[in-house]
């Protein structure tokens, strides 16, 4: 502990905020980005743009779902339909497969137009949005275990880098109307001040929720202690849609669709159906299972009910009125994802996003200058700083540097490639990798001002690049009313000027260290003559 408190929580937040702050910005990255991942999933599928996104008969599609789902794949274990939204024009439709022992089973996933009910042509094998969504908490190549404790435990540090910033920071309120440029790293400050001051409620929710979101695996203990098989037991009461059915040896012609979807919409007519499951479908065990949308509520898990494939009658039910703990759990899972909000405030959540991404940026670059002026002038950086200023540049230049590559990789590999999904994901690690390795050569504020050109330069192409690959461009989108593709193409051109600004920026503080540099070694020149 140093000499005062004021003091020990000014050296527990620097700590515990730069132990683990790339990691912390690669996840408030790829979280920011997941409010739109199912916009970009929409983007990432050319094949769905020309699908007008209009009101649709949900009896209707659910019947073609399923007779394109008999035709298609009788043989399979389980069928999905999900119906379209504002989000997702397409009915998405799935089949999964059994395959031999110690294998996964196949899913094959297909998309039906709503208005014309006919197979859509062109899909493409990609991830989407859903890549940054399980990117921000399984961090992808790693086990998924270790990767959601390392969350876990760099989410801890950012709540407590948030209460100590908190309690050492004594002007909270003055300093969000505070900035001072060209003040070298008072201006850092300065801005690590205004972007963690003017989204704290967001920080602060969006941390504490999130590790709510993984709460069983950090606190085990209540489930297993209520639960003879813990956390399984727990799990089989709470999801019980996600428990297996047994297969019987007995077939079955067709399931008792029409008994199923009667019952429910003569007892829920007002519920909208968000998605449907049937188990079994040519096994006398099937079960069909409907599962309501939540819309706007704070609720995470949706509705559901199941039916007897075979009889048509009414098994279960779940979530229809939830408990106490369930509308919390649920809601804090909710508000932490975000799939509560209109338009509008997923806005707000991606601005108050990348204020959290500034806030971690501009921390790691203070400690790194605060250490660099403190050098004397005939000492060399330490090992340490040199890393801190490597992964500084390869992390906050390098990630957007990486997902403007995903976009492109989404619209620049052949559709028939084997395993296109795993290369665009491939193609994001590979600039990412590349980047950090330039940055550990190249550490000087010139490599600053180059990646934030190159970003520029990258980020201003990506509408070209979509306009020349797809059948729209920004300015079909507008006249169109496609108003989510509109925005793709304006956010990547305000993504350009930003860094393109920044770069500027960087440049003429160069100038200015080199001008005063000059003007240094001219006074000691006229003092020695």
Known sequence: MKDSFFRSMTWLHTWVGLLLCWLLFLIFFAGTISFFRHEISLWNQPAVHSIDNKPVDQKALISAGLDYLHDKAPEANRWWIGLPSPRQ????????????????????????????????????????GNFFYRLH?????????????????????????????????????????????????????????????????????????????????????????????????????????????????????????????????????????????????TNLSATIKIYG???????????????????????????????????LYGGMIAVHSGRLAHPGLRWLYFICGIAGCVMIATGCIMWAKRIRERLKPNQSPSFGLKLVEALNLGTIMGLPLATAGFFFANRLLPAEIIG?????????????????????????????????????????????????????????????????????????????????????????????VKQGSVQNRRLSREQKV
């Not at 006919?118 to 493409?124: P, S």
């Open 293 to 327: 949308d939540n819309g706007t509520l704070i609720r995470d898990e949706y509705p559901y009910w199941q039916y007897s494939g075979s009889t048509g009658e009414l098994i279960k039910t779940a979530r229809l009125d939830p408990s106490g703990g369930e509308v």
């Open 89 to 128: 024009p397409e009915v998405h439709v799935s089949h999964r497969h059994s395959q031999p022992e110690g294998k996964r089973d196949k899913w094959v996933d297909e998309r039906l137009d709503p208005n014309t009910l006919t197979h859509v042509e062109g899909i493409v094998d990609t991830r989407g």
């Open 137 to 281: 908490f399984d961090l992808h190549y790693m086990d998924r275990k270790l990767a959601r404790w390392l969350v876990c435990l760099a989410s801890l540090f950012m709540l407590i880098a948030l209460i100590s910033g908190i309690v050492i920071h004594k002007r909270i309120f003055k300093d969000l109307f505070q900035f001072r440029p060209q003040k070298g790293v008072r201006a850092w400050l300065d801005a690590h001040n205004l972007s963690s001051v003017l989204a704290l409620p967001f920080h602060l929710m969006i941390t504490y929720t999130g590790l709510v979101t993984l709460i069983f695996m950090l606190f085990p203990d209540p489930a297993n202690t209520l639960y003879e098989d813990g956390l399984k037991g727990f799990r089989s009461d709470f999801y019980p849609e996600r428990q297996r059915i047994e297969k019987s040896e007995q077939t079955l012609n067709s399931p008792a669709f029409d008994s199923a979807f009667a019952h429910f919409h003569h007892n829920w007519p007002e519920q909208k159906i968000k998605r449907v499951i049937v188990d079994h479908p």
């Open 420 to 512: 296109r999904a795993d290369k665009e994901i491939l193609v994001f690690f590979l600039i990412w990798l590349a980047t950090t390795v330039a940055a550990g050569l190249w550490r000087s504020s010139r490599a600053w001002q180059r990646f934030a050109y190159l970003n520029a330069a990258v980020w201003l192409l990506l509408p070209v690049c979509n306009a020349l690959t797809t059948d729209g461009n920004l300015i079909t989108y507008i006249m169109d009313a496609k108003w989510i593709l509109a925005s793709f193409d304006l956010t990547f051109l305000a993504t350009a000027v930003i860094f393109y600004l920044q770069g500027n920026k960087l440049g003429a503080k160069q100038n200015t």
